[in-house]
């Protein structure tokens, strides 16, 4: 197992997020989290990522790894977890190719960095128009692609996705999941958060639903899509 | 004409004393949204290492233990000044601040003023009121063009401080690390995401702010050689406010800022009582400050939301 998350338990203050909740991810897959607002699946990223104290109890482990060991910045550089946050986070005052040489800050191997850039340019031929264009001047959708353009460069060995399709064309949206497939298929596991239940579903082999702190379904993502439950609740009946 | 040219000269010194400071608290502030108060005193610190490497050098030329001519011992007492201080400065950082890293900024700040009396204090413990004498460690050479006095320091002293001011400004733009420290300035939150690490940046910072009070700190014991525990105050707060008046973490507008609070130090005691040139000059900054709240390159605007 790549990933194991066993009675996480997340707090804001006093005010509990999620109530011990147990999942899974093998190396290689695609996995999403569905819920609504609220339900916690940002707070499950964040804690991954260490950007979140955890409550005692909870087991977070990475290849065998307690993942509690490590700092944020190690997450990223020492195992390789990269995690592209809710509302996207770019570095405003910093060009676009500056915001992707910062995404790649840790990583050693130039060339397929490099090679990563080009990925990135291919997916998005507007990000090289405007390579040298800050960040905050971008539009909304431009803005979107740096994002998912950043994690391309970022670690490899898994991915954090927080709503990547936020601010996409339908047309973008599929660039984004073919781009996402491609380097999956190179080795990168996935794990995406959505509220987009029925696209997340369809990229994903895997499906756990989250409901205010609970995982209360999971399942292959063909049954999740063919649950009553879950087209009455997420898929729009 | 000929005063007021002394004066720009004049100005241009102090300047470089206020600018070099105020990059300090510039970075810092950039980076950890924190007002590192203590680094005043990191420029009283930074003086008094370069007031003993000069005299120790300088003593051992003399004993004829090592000879090495006065711009050699400037350029190490300069160099090894900035490399402790940064020392200093990274324990500062260390041991002040990085356990506050969460708790509210009251406390941090509160922090800083306490290490700074604790510099003070101890200098005064270990080292005695009687205030010291820098050094000379060249020989002063007066130059005049027209009546316009220049001495060979002052020149040094505004050309290596542009120098530095140069090389920050081409670390922060131009390399992986200046990067680092410009994103943190945006949001310091998003940053650990990209695999950077906050605690080596925030080091980083402090160091290098250090680095160029400690720079400061020897060129002011060459201008006005006396040297006393308490001189860290008057100039850490003057350039803390030319920091803010600079614009957070704006290397460009923290050099214009501290050239300005020089030319105001100097021009206002020229033409008006030298009592009331803080009053005055301050007065100036605080109408500045209302018509640019952020400083001359201040952003409005800066994304510091919880992830
Ligand atoms: N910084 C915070 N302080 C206090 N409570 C928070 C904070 N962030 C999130 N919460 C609470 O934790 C719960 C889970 O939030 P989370 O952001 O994980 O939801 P989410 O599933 O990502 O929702 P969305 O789809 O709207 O992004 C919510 O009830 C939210 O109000
Ligand atoms: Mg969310």
Redesign the pocket.
């Known amino acids: 197992m790549l990933l194991s998350i066993e009675n996480l338990q997340v707090s ?2 006093r ?1 509990r ?1 999620l109530h011990g909740i147990s999942f899974e991810v093998d190396e290689g897959e695609i996995v999403c989290i569905i ?10 990223l964040r804690a991954i990522s260490r950007l979140m104290p955890v409550e005692p109890g909870s087991k977070m482990t990475f290849m065998g790894q307690d993942l509690t060991a490590f700092q944020p910045d190690k997450v990223v550089s020492q195992l390789g977890i990269s995690h592209v946050p ?1 509302g996207r986070r770019l570095f405003g005052n910093l060009t676009v190719m500056e915001n992707l040489e910062l995404a790649a800050f840790a990583r050693k191997d130039r060339q397929a960095v490099e090679r990563d850039y080009k990925l990135v340019f291919k997916v998005f031929p507007r990000l090289e128009e405007r390579m040298k264009q800050a960040a905050e001047t971008l539009s909304g959708g431009e803005q979107q692609m740096l994002a998912v353009g950043r994690a391309l460069v970022s670690a490899r060995k898994m991915m954090l996705l ?2 990547p399709s936020m601010g996409l064309a339908p047309l973008l949206m599929g660039n984004v999941f073919d781009a996402l497939r491609e380097i999956n298929k190179e080795g990168t596991t996935i794990l995406l ?1 959505e ?1 987009n239940a029925r696209m997340a579903l369809k990229f994903a082999s895997r499906g756990y639903v ?1 409901e205010n ?1 609970n995982i209360v379904l999971e399942g292959r993502s063909e049954d999740l899509l063919a649950n009553p439950e879950v087209k009455k609740a997420y898929l729009g009946g | 004409m000929d005063t007021f040219l002394q004066n720009v000269v004049n100005a241009l010194q102090w300047g470089s004393f206020y600018a070099l400071i105020a990059l300090g608290y510039s970075m810092v502030y950039g980076v950890l949204m924190l007002f590192n108060f203590a680094h005043g005193d990191i420029f009283m610190v930074g003086s008094y290492i370069g007031f003993f490497i000069a005299t120790g050098l300088i003593g051992l030329s003399t004993l004829g233990i090592i000879s090495l001519p006065g711009w050699v011992i400037l350029i190490l007492t300069i160099l090894i000044a900035m490399i402790l201080t940064s020392f200093v400065g990274m324990l500062v950082e260390r041991i002040g601040y990085r356990p506050l890293r969460n708790a509210p900024r009251a406390s941090a700040a509160i922090t800083g003023l306490m290490i700074g009396i604790i510099f003070e204090t101890a200098n005064l413990y270990l080292l005695g009121a009687s205030r010291r004498k820098f050094p000379e460690i060249i020989d002063t050479s007066i130059f005049q063009i027209g009546n316009v006095s220049l001495t060979n320091t002052k020149i040094f002293i505004v050309i290596i401080s542009l120098l530095f001011m140069l090389a920050l400004n081409q670390f922060i733009q131009h390399t992986k690390w200046g990067m680092a420290i410009r994103a943190m300035a945006y949001d310091f939150t998003v940053v650990p995401l990209m695999g950077v690490p906050v605690n080596t940046i925030a080091a980083l910072t402090f160091g290098l702010g250090s680095a160029l009070a400690a720079a400061a700190g020897v060129f002011y014991g060459m201008a006005y050689p006396v040297l006393d525990p308490y001189m860290g105050i008057e100039y850490g707060w003057k350039s803390f406010v030319a920091a803010i008046l600079g614009g957070r973490g704006s290397v460009i507008g923290t050099v214009i800022a501290g050239f300005l609070m020089g030319f105001l130090d100097i021009f206002v005691a020229t033409y008006f009582p030298s009592t009331m040139r803080n009053l005055i000059s301050f007065s100036i900054i605080l109408v500045i400050l209302t018509f640019r709240p952020h400083g001359f390159f201040g952003r409005a605007y800066s994304a510091q939301l ?1 992830l």
């Open positions: 804001y203050d005010i997020a819920g609504a607002n609220g339900a916690g699946k940002s707070t499950t809710e927080d709503e958060v509220q989250l702190g | 919880r």
